[in-house]
């Protein structure tokens, strides 16, 4: 019975939001405020219909109920609880009930903090992400029903694919769908911008708050799911330019991009149609990467879908929105006011500046992903496009970004000064020519790019830094005032010193793994020593184990420094029975910012074994940088000058003053 109440009330979401998509955008048309205010309520109970759809779906995977397919196929009963619940989005259908859900999440928060916005401004955001949700939830009802019965249920399911059994996957898609989706709302605030002929600065400040939070957890779900891939496939990588990781991480790149585009236009009402153009291509993005997975085009670990026929569904909803929007972007585009004039040196200036790196970079990925795609259309060849290719193209465009980097935050709006910033900069950039120089000697560095590489990830953290010692004029004025005077600096200038900081400790953790890992892939028989960046690695033997859904060989090392112990490291190698397939569960320990990092391979004759061994210094850098950054965003978004509705509370409490 649960589960029929979830079908019914996904169908009910779909029939709401049909009301959502068209009446309220009618009432913007027509400045009709009845219907305009038809928008909020509707959104918001469209959003307890789907949430309730999502809830029986997730109960009945609790309660193990096989007579469902989607449970059947995707969950055991000896599975431990939390696994049981990750199942619900570890599969296509479940996993598009809960891209609707963040869809309609997105809409509903619109309806109940958007109350000051300009009521055409907010009918028309919200019926265009109506549109978006009929969509999706057509595509789900038509195509990828979860709610689906079985006549005849088996007694015990076929279990969860083994990889997804792990409490990294239980948060990743979660963390990753809500910057995905998030998206969405930028781009129903560009398209509502088109449909109503006007954008200024007012619509930038409501618009980036939005972006904000599609940016901050975008950055989590990719950094969570990077973690997830280098400690639980068993290969020692961070990132291997898979296709499906480049999908999630085009978004990021343009949402980046958009971000900085919509402070130019917030503060200088420059950059509109840019911007605009940017919220459209950026969701694009996100649905392109939502084909990639779902349609069965590609092979890989994180795909989630290979039947054609849903393919082709959403790419009938690639073309109807990218199309529709880009058409609507050049119907209306040419009517909308150009914004302030600037000079190529000046904050704005360094923004543009980001803007067409990061726009550079994010089309290198897409044709290095898209490439094999269409060329296997086209002639039928098949080729694949890995990391040589993304390095020679992504990286050289990244490097002078970099370097700008620690500029644009000095530079006045309108006109900058780049030689007086220059000097501004200039012991940031002498201490970062010193820590590059005294980490290649302690380390050695052969290669003058790892030279290079150092040197511009310490410049950035560096550079970030002296914004903050300088807008508080440290050694310019007693330690108490500028205490003070960094204290009262707007939590937007501290985000935007923190994002930077951590990019630059993310682009050292990834230099300093590059340049200085070890690598060791031996048999070893017990009572075998190996070493490894300074450690000595000891073999002590296996021993079987096994648990409710698995059995496994664990695997016993000591890990010695200087003959002492300091870790008892236990890889395995498991085997799930339901599904009857093989994991490899990996041992890391970590030492400050470095890790030693083992996994099993095949087992020999007299107990021996394949490991494979690594040492990776500064590698935890990669995604404690990704932490920061998320840090940066929240600490912008908290900033009050970004909340919604703050000049109307000022408003407020100016006109109660002369009453009182």
Known sequence: MIVELGH???????VLVLVQSVVPIWGAHTRDERLMSVAAPVAGVQFL??????????????????????????????????YRISGVWGNHEGSMLLWVL??????????????????TLKANVLGVQGWISVAFLAFILFTSNPFIRIPNP?????????ILQDVGLAIHPPLLYLGYVGFSITFSFAAAALLDGRI????????????????????LGIAMGSYWAYYELGWGGYWFWD???????????????????????????ALKVWTVLLAILTFSLSLLGTFLVRSGVLISVHAFATDPSRGVFILAILAIFIGGSLSLYAWRAPLLKQGGLFAPI????????????????????????????????????KISVGAPFFNMTFGPLMIPLLIAMPFGPFLAWKRGDLLAVAQRLMMAFALAIVIALAVVWVKGATNVMVRIGIGIAVWVMTGAVSEIVWRSKLRRVPLGQSFRRAVGLPRSSWGTMVAHFGMGATMLGIVAVSAWQQEVITVMAPGETKAIGGYELTFDGLSPSSSSNYREDIG???????????????????????????????AIETFWFSQVYVSLGDPKEGGAIVVRAYYKPLVTLIWLGAVVMVLGGLLSLSDRRLRVGAPRRAHHVAAAAPAE
């Not at 949430?51 to 599975?79: E, P, R, W």
């Not at 409501?206 to 957890?217: H, K, M, Q, S």
């Not at 803007?355 to 992903?369: I, S």
């Open 243 to 269: 296709p499906v990781e480049n999908a999630s991480f085009m978004p990021w790149l343009a949402g980046t991009a958009l971000l900085h585009s919509a402070l130019v236009m917030e503060k200088r009402d």
């Open 556 to 586: 016993h090392f000591t890990l010695r420094k200087g003959g002492a112990v300091v870790a008892d490291m236990k890889p395995a190698k498991r085997f799930y029975m339901a599904r009857q397939m093989p994991t490899t569960e990996s």
């Open 102 to 119: 963040i869809l309609s999440l997105f809409g509903a928060l619109v309806a109940a903090f958007g109350r000051t916005m300009p009521e």
């Open 8 to 14: 019914f009330a996904l169908v009910l979401g779909l």
């Open 49 to 82: 219909m789907v949430g309730l759809a999502f809830a029986a779906l997730t109960m009945a995977y609790i309660q193990s109920d096989f007579s469902v397919l989607n449970v059947c196929q995707n969950s055991h009963s000896d599975k431990p609880l939390i």
């Open 154 to 162: 088996p007694m015990e399911g076929q279990d969860l694919n083994p």
């Open 200 to 219: 200024d600065a007012a619509w930038a400040r409501w618009v980036r708050p939005w972006i904000l939070i599609a940016w901050i957890f975008l950055t």
């Open 346 to 381: 000046s904050r704005e200036g360094s923004l543009i500046l980001n803007n067409l790196f990061l726009t550079a970079a994010c089309a290198a990925v897409l044709v290095g992903t898209l490439y094999p795609l269409a060329l296997d259309v086209t002639t039928g060849d």
